[in-house]
């Protein structure tokens, strides 16, 4: 054993290199993977080694396959969707020894902050619809997710969901109280009002205010959740 840490399995080798391939773009999104035999030739492994290889890959989405005659593994073409979904997943077991919640909570408001005031700049009478929705309904979670794609950047989005839905997932909800649901309704109606006037700055100014007031609080429940 290196002082590097443990030897990687031949499996997770040849998963390495053929990532290294896709991110080199020597394999390209819709590429077909060569025949399984020419590939345990080249790679020097057996087809159960190559085989486990490729289920690592499909499982980061990485490659795709189908049956009949065109059929194969192909070079994926990851979605925003797709990428959320493993950060959420690789965060929410990081949350459980290593992320605190203000730590979750300060990258939380370095992209919801800017993500108001890009939707207050951007929104289509749509997102104001689904937006108004959600505070009327006292839907507190999906105001963010919508305000979020209102943004028009997928790529604000597809980072600051994995963490909202982190924090939501390990928020108790019901230990907050009826007077914090109530300032948090009002808060989000007043980030919709500056939206509503495209006020980019004030909308950005008040989802700041408001993910600040929600570190004492759920701070405190996770403090009683890791106590309990």
């Given at each position: 054993m290196s002082g590097n840490g443990p030897r990687p399995l031949e499996y997770e080798r040849v998963a390495e290199e053929l990532r290294q391939m896709i991110v080199a773009g020597d394999l390209r999104p819709g590429d077909r993977l060569p025949p399984?035999?020419?590939?345990?030739?080249?790679?020097?492994?057996?087809?159960?080694?190559?085989?486990?290889?490729?289920?690592v890959l499909s499982a980061q989405k990485l490659l795709t396959s189908s049956r009949g005659v065109n059929g194969?593994?192909?070079?994926?073409e990851p979605s925003p969707d797709d990428v959320a979904d493993y950060l959420q997943t690789s965060l929410t077991l990081l949350s459980r020894s290593r992320l605190s919640v203000g730590q979750l909570l300060e990258v939380r408001s370095q992209l919801e902050v800017p993500a108001a005031e890009l939707a207050a700049r951007r929104r289509s009478d749509e997102d104001l619809r689904r937006l108004s929705e959600r505070v009327a309904g006292d839907c507190?979670?999906?105001?963010?997710l919508v305000l979020l794609q209102a943004a028009g950047n997928?790529?604000?989005?597809?980072?600051?969901?994995?963490?909202?839905?982190?924090?939501?997932?390990?928020?108790?909800?019901?230990q907050a109280g009826a007077g914090?649901?109530?300032?948090?309704?009002?808060?989000?109606?007043?980030?919709?009002?500056?939206?509503?006037?495209?006020?980019?700055?004030?909308?950005?100014?008040?989802m700041r205010a408001h993910l600040s007031g929600l570190r004492e609080t759920y701070t405190r429940i996770d403090a009683t959740r890791l106590g309990s």
């Open positions: 399984e035999g020419e590939l345990t030739a080249r790679m020097r492994v057996s087809r159960g080694t190559l085989r486990e290889a490729l289920r194969g593994t192909f070079i994926a507190g979670d999906e105001f963010h997928p790529l604000i989005d597809m980072m600051a969901r994995p963490v909202f839905s982190v924090l939501r997932e390990r928020f108790a909800r019901e914090f649901w109530e300032r948090v309704a009002a808060e989000h109606a007043e980030i919709l009002q500056h939206v509503r006037e495209r006020n980019g700055r004030a909308a950005g100014r008040v």
